[in-house]
């Protein structure tokens, strides 16, 4: 079955323990974006991957770092997490960078920095 | 920048009913995709519909079918015979077709969220 697969679902943690979510693709899919999602602000963008080895900064990318070694996986890190950091975070893949292809998504994972 | 607004925070609908959900934008290009996510409970995104730019025809995917009004940049989502599995939240999203500024990026509203009434 073609996914999208982020790990952990939920995580509890405590301000400045480093962090990793996982994410992986197994559509061959170039691209890949992290995006955060709270209340009242929509999806905003943190990082995204045109192709492996290739990484820029979204709208909101302080306080997260991300790599691209392979192309099914594009990890979210957070080297010293924040409270401000609590957020529901979505990894999502798209065939490539232009176009209209839509974005496919992981099912989420539900921080909390305490 | 492009930006994607979503005017109306929450909408509530009869079960059966149509309901229709608003989203403008903003963007000096002409070559550009429109797409509206849901969001159910489960948190899931879910892609409901897609449109491209360049076609006047206006997407229709069942009971989901927009009015895109390309001069107006505006891009409403509406759902016919609405039923108690389509309350979520509805995103409105805009991705550039070339290499500009958003660099392929899904730029997103900030949601409609649904309520359907039995």
């Known amino acids: 079955e073609a996914q999208v697969t982020q790990n952990p679902r939920y995580l509890i943690t405590v301000t400045g323990k480093k962090l990793t979510v996982t994410c992986s693709q197994n559509?061959?899919?170039?691209?890949m974006s992290w995006y955060r999602q709270d209340p009242g602000l929509g999806l905003r963008q943190i990082y995204y991957s045109m192709n492996v080895e290739v990484t820029d900064k979204g709208d909101v990318p302080e306080g997260y770092k991300v790599s691209r070694k392979e192309k099914r996986n594009f990890p979210l890190i957070l080297e010293s997490p924040s409270p401000n950091q609590t957020s529901l975070y979505f990894c999502?893949?798209?065939?490539?960078?232009?176009?209209?292809?839509?974005?496919?998504f992981g099912s989420g994972t539900r921080l909390t920095v305490v | 920048a492009q930006t994607v607004t979503q005017s109306q925070p929450e909408m509530s609908v009869q079960e059966a009913e149509t309901v229709t959900l608003s989203c403008t934008y903003d963007t000096s290009e002409s070559d550009y995709y429109l797409f509206w996510y849901k969001q159910p409970p489960s948190r899931q995104m879910i892609l409901v519909i897609r449109?491209?730019?360049?076609?006047?025809q206006n997407a229709t995917e069942n009971r989901f079918s927009v009015n895109f009004q390309k001069a107006a940049k505006s891009f409403s989502l509406k759902i016919s015979d609405s039923q108690l599995g389509d309350a979520a939240m509805y995103f409105c999203?805009?991705?550039?077709?070339?290499?500009?500024?958003?660099?392929?990026?899904?730029?997103f509203g900030k949601g409609t969220k649904l309520s359907v009434k039995p």
């Open positions: 449109q491209e730019a360049y076609k006047q």
């Open positions: 999502a893949s798209s065939r490539t960078g232009l176009g209209g292809y839509g974005y496919t």
């Open positions: 999203a805009y991705r550039s077709s070339n290499y500009g500024g958003s660099q392929g990026n899904l730029i």
């Open positions: 559509m061959n899919h170039e691209y």
